[in-house]
């Protein structure tokens, strides 16, 4: 019996255990595979290691360059695990470091001590030292790991480095000023993380002067604000409001996506805004009603009626027109690569257009740089599925070690359809006075019109 056939053989042993025992027995076993999860994280490092060492020098022994054999690698790596390329580029350096130059700590781990994570914090503070003196952090540090927190070991590792080199360290330091920035993530309950990587001295002045202002705010008896609340809103002011007068409007772009029930029905159907993820109706709704400033346009989406898919339209250039990259965005939502969950950075051709691939969007899919580079490498081969029909056709991936991964576009929000309209009520019973609708602004691209709606009205076809 393979190894493989062992592994699948253990993992069906383990989902036909039972709960049974005293609750000692259960904290044991608990403790048992927690050990077991570190010892099989082990051995993925040194098949991953085995795996990229061979695979990427038959790829450039046969004439590809080095960084497409790695990327290719990379990305059979993160296939395998279900993960996104960025983290199989991880996968698969945390594999060479623990196997050449962090033995005794893979050691550590294939004893079922410490934790993959722990690994790859050394690995991470380690990363630009010389082998030489990673060995010597990997004796000092390996005898003591098992009983040390994620925190404690990325401390240890951090002042292990600084020891051996002090000078590097410091040389770091000063260039990672040229990396500060501020990104955005989304966060859970329709909030965002806005995150600033700023130098030590200047991120700290910032949060002071915040929570200067959050504590000595001038508070009301109706202000029942927190701290954290009024340094937030603070930030804000400041941020949109740097002088006197009115808050400044950035000029941004939202791309909602939602039925015409959600959208004029108060049909619970959760919306979708790209970049993001699903958002509840009653606030995708508050996002085009909430002021009179911001100017709301809408794209009729057409779906099909039978499969719910987003359907298409012929594009006949070499390149996606604007309107096509949309939509793509839109039916694809994150990258079509599975697992990989990186936003759509480019509209690709499924099929490439240099294998006679047309410019449809069924022959359309949104891919992040890193995955479009990938899929046309040698050995990688892409071909559609279902494209009998005009939605979006699914995507089979094949990788060069012959391993199939297919993906479809995942279903927009659909809202059952409209009810039929119901009878006006005689004069002896009149129906209840029921709050005025919203009104609804559509803009096409010569002609603008409003209408009221109401359960009552038709939807825009």
């Not at 993992?11 to 927690?34: C, K, N, Q, V």
């Not at 079509?336 to 509209?347: E, V």
């Not at 060069?400 to 927009?412: A, N």
Request: proline fraction near 9%.
């Amino acid at each position: 019996m393979s190894s493989t056939s062992d592994a699948v053989a253990f993992r069906t042993m383990l989902a036909a255990l039972h709960t049974t025992g005293t609750d000692a027995d259960l904290i044991d076993e608990i403790t048992a595979l927690e050990q077991l999860t570190t010892a099989i994280s082990a051995r993925q490092a040194r098949l991953t290691d085995a795996f990229a060492t061979r695979h990427r020098a038959r790829l450039i022994e046969n004439g590809m360059s080095t960084a497409d054999a790695r990327r290719s690698v990379c990305a059979q790596i993160a296939l395998a695990r279900r993960d996104s390329p960025h983290k199989g580029n991880r996968h698969v350096g945390l594999a060479h470091t623990l196997v050449h130059e962090l033995p005794q700590i893979l050691q550590v781990m294939e004893r079922g001590e410490g934790s993959e994570w722990r690994a790859t914090l050394i690995a991470r503070e380690t990363a630009h030292l010389s082998p030489d003196d990673r060995a010597q952090i990997d004796a000092a540090i390996a005898p003591h790991l098992p009983g040390w927190s994620d925190r404690h070991t990325a401390q240890q590792a951090r002042g292990w480095a600084h020891r051996l080199d002090p000078d590097g360290a410091a040389d770091r330091a000063r260039k990672a000023v040229t990396d500060r920035r501020v990104t955005i993530r989304p966060a859970p309950d329709c909030m965002t993380y806005l995150t600033a990587l700023l130098p030590l001295t200047e991120g700290v002045s910032v949060y002071g002067a915040l929570h200067r202002a959050a504590m000595t705010a001038n508070s009301t008896a109706d202000d029942h604000r927190s701290k954290d609340q009024v340094m937030a809103d603070e930030l804000i002011r400041r941020t949109l409001t740097p002088g006197d007068g009115d808050p400044e409007r950035p000029a941004i772009e939202l791309h909602l996506i939602m039925t015409d029930r959600a959208l004029a029905d108060d049909d619970p159907e959760p919306a979708h805004l790209l970049g993001y993820g699903p958002v509840p109706a009653p606030i995708a709704r508050d996002l085009i009603t909430t002021d009179q400033h911001t100017q709301i346009w809408i794209r009729r989406l057409f779906t099909d009626p039978n499969t719910g898919d987003l359907l298409t339209t012929d594009a006949r250039r070499r390149d996606f027109p604007p309107a096509a990259r949309i939509f793509l965005a839109a039916r694809d939502q994150i990258c079509r690569t599975p697992w990989c969950g990186a936003p759509i950075r480019q509209a690709d051709h499924a099929v490439a257009f240099s294998k006679g691939g047309p410019t449809t969007l069924p022959n359309g899919n949104g891919r992040c740089t890193a995955c479009n580079l990938v899929k046309d490498l040698e050995g990688w081969t892409t071909h559609l599925t279902d494209h009998t029909t005009d939605t979006g056709a699914g995507i089979t991936t094949t990788t060069p070690t012959g391993h199939t991964h297919h993906s479809r576009p995942p279903r927009p929000p659909t809202s059952p359809p409209w009810p039929p309209p119901r009878e006006q009520p005689g004069p002896r019973h009149r129906a209840p006075a029921r709050p005025p609708r919203p009104r609804i602004e559509i803009h096409w691209v010569d002609e603008t019109f409003s209408r009221p709606v109401s359960r009552s009205s038709p939807p825009d076809r």
